[in-house]
């Protein structure tokens, strides 16, 4: 995949245009994806007594987007087409989101997260489309933007979901996510996609990517990350915070709280990494989401409840755009974008694994004793793979 058209950028007038549906269409799509995310594993919880249905349910989510992004990625350069992937991505969102607010079986649900997980593989997509609107050497500040407009979303999604739950139960925050999915599709319909030459893939490349050390490990570690995250702050804490006396709109305030500590947690890294150095930010996010799942695993009340998503947004905030970053940092400029689909699909696998390993755990032994397992192998994990990815590149240095 190519991340950034080298073609001639349209002129300042309509270039603007398209930025602005563009990020309009992000904006949108991400809130419907968010919306109901902080009271989901509640909802599920509603329709089966099973911790493990809850888990497998909400594991979905990451499981389809592992297994369809890197391919949606090759077949849109393939067919030098993107924008009709777009849009059947965003009317599954709004389908998913249907399918699980008018649902009566937790079955339904299921299929409703399954869709809402392979609508959510067009995150690549949307990048490379946005990157395409800016000169080649303003692709890190395009992508940026985007990914700021994306936490935008979410936050504005997740900082919904109490308000739509006390006004109108849960199905409300479901249909709010459909009719937000509609808007993002009339925003993305009036904007015009030259077909770009078909580029066949080679999966020769592909399979060269997946054995590199330097792009697989810092991979490994991200879906680590993602393991902890979706395992408690969108899988098990929310029903853990409700089991504390959290009322809909606390719950949605934690997932919220997290989301922005995130941010920060990202600007931070961003602004002191020379300073302080890549490694020693990353064994930081692995402490302190190791911290974040202990003060989950021992904590009776709610402020334990925030301290803990405090510590686990602040972690993935350092974390996630470092091995991001690691993931493509020695790869050639032709080969960054299928990379970035790689990264994408491994720690996707993360996103699979916490919330269905978590829900099995915590039917079987109890919530507390689940978060200690998950900051065990968090520490376990996340501090071997960060020991071993710097072995690589120490090694790789000239």
Excluded at 316 to 323: E, K, Q
Excluded at 377 to 384: A, I, R, S
Aim: overall charge positive.
């Amino acid at each position: 995949m190519q991340t950034v058209n080298q073609s001639v950028v349209p002129c300042k007038a309509n270039r603007n245009l398209l930025i602005a549906l563009n990020m309009l269409v992000v904006f949108l799509y991400w809130m419907a994806q968010y919306v109901y995310m902080p009271t989901l594993p509640v909802y599920v919880r509603t329709k089966t007594d099973n911790l493990a249905m809850v888990g497998a349910v909400l594991a979905m989510y990451g499981l389809w987007q592992a297994i369809f992004r890197l391919p949606l990625g090759i077949v849109s350069d393939w067919l030098g087409w993107r924008k009709p992937f777009i849009i059947a991505c965003i009317l599954l969102v709004g389908a998913g989101a249907w399918l699980m607010g008018t649902a009566d079986s937790v079955t339904q649900i299921l299929i409703g997260r399954i869709f809402t997980g392979i609508a959510a593989s067009t995150w690549v997509l949307l990048i490379v489309v946005f990157n395409s609107l800016f000169p080649p050497e303003e692709a890190v500040r395009a992508t940026s933007l985007l990914t700021l407009v994306n936490s935008l979303g979410r936050l504005a999604g997740t900082a919904s979901t109490g308000f739509l739950n006390e006004r109108g139960g849960y199905p409300l925050a479901f249909f709010a996510a459909m009719f937000c999915s509609l808007l993002a599709l009339a925003a993305l319909l009036p904007v015009k996609e030259e077909r770009r030459s078909p580029k066949r893939p080679t999966f020769e490349g592909i399979f060269r990517l997946i054995l590199r050390r330097d792009v697989l490990w810092p991979s490994l570690l991200g879906a680590v990350i993602q393991h902890v995250i979706w395992g408690t702050t969108f899988g098990f804490l929310p029903l853990f915070a409700k089991q504390v006396g959290a009322s809909e709109v606390m719950q949605s305030a934690l997932v919220s709280l997290n989301l922005l500590i995130n941010i920060t947690g990202n600007l931070i890294a961003t602004a002191f990494l020379k300073r302080i150095g890549l490694f020693r930010f990353v064994y930081a996010s692995v402490m302190l989401l190791a911290v974040g799942c202990g003060f989950a695993a021992f904590s009776s009340s709610l402020p334990g409840v925030f301290i803990a998503q405090c510590c686990l947004g602040f972690g993935a905030g350092i974390g996630y755009p470092l091995t991001m970053g690691l993931s493509i940092r020695e790869v050639s400029e032709a080969e960054r974008g299928t990379a970035m689909g790689l990264h994408q699909a491994i720690y996707a696998v993360g996103m699979f694994s916490g919330p269905w390993l978590s829900g099995v755990l915590a039917n079987h032994f109890g919530l507390s004793p689940m978060f200690a397992a998950t900051g065990a192998t968090c520490l376990v994990c996340g501090l071997f793979g960060t020991y071993w990815v710097k072995q690589i590149f120490s090694h790789s240095q000239p």
